[in-house]
């Protein structure tokens, strides 16, 4: 079975500050990685995904994340954050194995942004 | 193109009272989920349908909670009778096809207080 860990459950930083929000993963197959945002009342966004190729995915926002197998890692990192970053951000896993779409979430980092 | 629709917004109800969910996915998508999201936790896949049918409902209380997409379209989430644990926000997400790489959309969720 999969897991994911989001090892900080709040992430204050300055703005303009870069930011990291880490993840880690469980699984004995191969996977499937994405990251999801969810801004205050509303529903969950796609922010990136990785399925194959390049390792450093690039994603909506000016957000990236590199999948690190080795380390089982997936952080996300953003160089320069703003005000309107400030919302709740969700790692997920998929078992590679399977072509079909479950998603198994962590229980997700909130970020907040300081003037 | 109109997102995933969901009423209502909020539902305020006593434990063992009933209530009902309803989601509009986006046009044309074949698949639709249901989430439970727990505050403090990641959502939660309750049950996954494929047109009207159903691929996963592993994590479904069916005890007390029922689902149906009739249509094939819209789908309506049931609990009777509520308990106070199932106060979380529901969502629904809709999906062109049940493949991993085919992005989840979600909708803005119904938040249920069980008193």
Redesign the interface.
């Known amino acids: 079975a999969q897991s ?1 860990t989001q090892l900080d ?1 709040q992430v204050p930083v300055f703005e303009e500050a870069p930011v990291e929000l880490r993840c880690n993963y469980s699984s004995s197959v191969s996977v ?1 990685l994405f990251w999801y945002v969810q801004y205050p ?6 922010l990136l ?1 990785y ?1 194959s190729g390049s390792t450093l995915v690039k994603g909506i926002n000016g957000f990236e994340a590199e999948f690190n197998k080795s380390q089982t890692s997936f952080h996300l990192r953003k160089p320069s954050v703003h005000i309107s970053d400030t919302a709740e951000y ?1 790692c ?1 896993v ?1 078992p590679g194995y ?6 198994i ?4 980092t909130r970020l907040s942004i300081r003037p | 193109e109109a997102g995933v629709a969901q009423s209502p917004r909020y539902k305020i109800i006593e434990k063992r009272q009933s209530v009902a969910f309803w989601c509009n996915p986006i046009s044309g998508h074949a698949t639709l989920y249901w989430y439970q999201q727990i505050l403090g936790q990641g959502p939660k896949l309750l049950i996954q349908f494929q047109n009207n049918g159903v691929v996963d409902d592993s994590q479904l209380p069916k005890d007390r909670f029922s689902a149906e997409r009739l249509k094939g379209v819209d789908s309506t989430l049931k609990i009777q009778p509520a308990k106070l644990e199932d106060s979380a926000v529901y969502l629904c997400a809709s999906s062109t096809r049940d493949r991993v790489e085919d992005t989840q959309y979600f909708g803005p969720g119904t938040r249920l207080t069980v008193l």
């Open positions: 994911v459950s499937y009342n509303q529903g969950l966004q796609l995904k399925l969700f997920a998929s399977s072509s079909a779409s479950k998603i979430f962590g229980s997700g």
